[in-house]
């Protein structure tokens, strides 16, 4: 984007609405985002540090008055600086506290908005962070009120919060202190430390005062502070965003540097609950999702707004995923017909290929529902294709017999075998049609099929010639007749011998899409708690730094009340993590059940088969080359006049 677009705006009535145009934009972004919000008072400066983030002058609309410039939340998307493949979305929210609004609780969705979208939040304030700094940051505690983790617990506390809130950082223009305590030289993270220190006692007054600054704590999961010193000269304030860089402080410019550098190193990708990463087509979901809900007077939940992307992500995942199958066996279909064992294994590669696809989309499949979906609908195609490659395969085998036998058909058109000994050079033709038609490559999976057709329709011609070869004796031609039967018998087994190789071909196909199904499944699997683990642990880590500083400042009773609240936090993530193993196995026993379920049904059809050749009257060689056999013998039995008994 070469400049900023409004992703959120309000529409006349007051409610928040989405701009279509910056969702498209988000749609065509693939790859994971970081996503960074700027919060803040109006007229405070927030437009020029997501400018300088972008690496632009001009871009977010500057204001030089005290009417607030921004409205809404615009957004901003460019290349990451630092991280290859990934997205920076910048968003500059509408200020804070505007006078000309004089809407609290528009304020407090805006906020809210910020830190349900964001994976990095940068609070914008001017002078210093004093009492009155905090206590204009209400939104901050009000934040239960406008954002749940699930909606299944009525009585839910803010706990979870820091799992899944951003990273948070105060941003303090105009700074004209020193950095120091008690006379003592501080860091600009330990002002702000010092800053959001709790005051002991259970007073009305010291409980207002502690309030905002638990939340701050409490919420999320890092805090960092960059203190800027005046930017310029108040005359030039006003034109800020066209000043040369000279006319800039050096001091400002190398906090600015800083800040810019600290943010693409630091920020993380944005991810969902449970860990899942958020690319620009996710996070256009989320807009609309959270901005939807917030207009119907509901508050957003953040397990249904997650429940929410997994379906609509892994409903694409699966289309994805059979589109890469299609795609492959469309172009393998061009090499029609193929044996079964060619088109086989380029199912499984393809398979695999797909099941990648979708695994890199999908999330929060607990069921295997959507795996389910894919497996089905690869079936289902798989079939479709093997149709396609019988019927291709059908065609070649009946042009090339149509072309072999053409003179043949000839020679019967003109009588050619109504003589005498006509039967002979009828035999002989057919067996050097045979011969031709078995020579032939890629006739592929109807080869037999076609040929035992090919004979039966042949074997009329082949009977009334016999019947009217007056050369042949009754004897002999009782003899020819049991030959044509033979030649008949040896070439259905040999078709049912084929549809039973291609079926054990099948089967063994199945078996190894199961076993790499499960192999990514598992893969997955393994991933996604792994996130949730990291996700619990970054969490714990917090509280745990967060207990280790109340007990150091004397508040023991804040610390033990967090100490239970870590031993719940630990409780609910051990929980957690059993529920997810036992969905995870369930999942697997489902994915069992069902390769079982398709190999039994291969299996019976395969007994079948196997009962139907063995209870055919089986020639005494083996029939592949019976029927070359029986018709040379049979010939060499017309021509040379041997015993016919000795066939």
Known sequence: MDKPVCLIDKESDGKLCVQPSALQILQQIQQPVVVVAVVGLYRTGKSYLMNRLAGKQTGFALGSTVESKTKGIWMWCVSHPTKAGTTLVLLDTEGLGDVEKGDSKHDTNIFSLAVLLSSTIVLNSRGTIDNRAIEELQYV????????VKSSDEDEDDSEFVKFFPSFIWAVRDFTLEHKINGKYVTEDQYLEYALKLKPGTSRTVREFNLPRECIRNYFPSRKCFTFPFPTTPENVSRLESLDPADLSPDFQEVSDHFCKYIFDKSEVKKLKDGHTVTGRVLGQLVKTYVDTISSGEVPFLENAVLAMARIENEAAVKEGLEVYKSGMEKLKDSFPLELKDVSSEHQRLCSMATQTFMKRSFKDSEGTFMKCLEEGINTLFDGYLCQNEEASKKRCENLLSSLSAQMTEKLKKGFYAIPGGYGLFSQDLEDIVKEYKIQANTGVKEEDTLEEFLKQK???????????????????KIMEEREKAILLAQEINTKEQKQQQLEEKMEAERQSNEERMRQMKEKMDEEMRLQREEAERAMDSKLREQGDLLEKGFKDKADRMTKETEDFRRKNKEADKKNDQLFKYMIENMNKRHVETMNLMMRQHSEQMKAIMSMPRPKSDSSALILRLILDG?????????PLQL
Do not use: G, P, R
């Open 141 to 148: 505690t009000e934040l239960t009120e406008y954002i749940k």
């Open 459 to 477: 074997c009329v011609d082949s009977n009334a010639i016999l019947q009217a070869d007056n050369k042949l004796t009754e004897k002999e031609k």
């Open 635 to 643: 010939l060499k039995s017309v021509f040379k006049k041997a015993n």
